[in-house]
């Protein structure tokens, strides 16, 4: 698994999964794990990671990590989003959630990335082609640790969305680091896996992420779903062993 993800390109594993999902889903079909985005239920969920593998971290069937299991559980439980007439944007779209949101008929919704083949829109972050107080919901996970100018992209994302308007954010963030870490120095992918986590990772943040995004304008809150997860949800589920979901409102 590895291997795949640091040879092949992020986009073209997009397309190989769409073809063998089915597949994949059917062999490993079971009742261990659960996926509570769709109830699917597998004997093991597999490993998964650019530089050290975590175990039971990929849904075989959904392709979903520990960070979407957990974030699709703080939406259903202690949002009211999924079922609100919104217009969302969706940067860097996971298929996870692209295939259920696509179909969502009360959303007017909107996919962005300057690669990846789900996204309708090509753009760089950092110049949005979308008037302000556009959006009421923008999801941007896992994309700002990419993105050498974050405090642009924060700032991209604070215009498009409308006054009271939520985004959330989710980045690899190490609790335990009080400030955040870059170096532009470091361009080299092996040494970029090796310090950052990911060869196209270009920080690792830590406790001042929050500030960061409250520089901007955000009024940012850290939630500590799992600390109200039953430890039997926590791993059936296959949740992250601790991560909290920054929610950002506008």
Known sequence: MKWLLNFFPRPW???????????????????????????????????YGYENLRDNALCPGTLSLERHRLLWLYLQRKTNFL??????????????????????????????????????VKADLCALPFADHSFDFILCNHVLEHIPNDSLAMSELFRVLKKGGTLIAQVPLEEERPATFEDDSITDPKERSRIFGQYDHVRVYGQDYYDRLGKIGFNVTAVDLLAQLSPEEQERYALPKSEKIPVAVK
Not at 104 to 113: G, I, L, P, S
């Open 13 to 47: 594993l997009i397309q190989l999964s769409l073809f063998f999902r089915p597949f994949i889903k059917f062999y490993f079909k079971g009742n261990t794990f659960e996926d509570p985005i769709d109830g699917s239920k597998y004997r093991t969920f597999l490993p």
């Open 83 to 120: 079922s609100q007439p919104l217009k969302v944007l969706h940067v860097a779209p996971e298929q996870v959630f692209y295939h259920i949101f696509k179909q969502y008929k009360h959303w007017d919704y909107v996919t962005t990335d300057l690669y990846s083949p789900l996204a309708e």
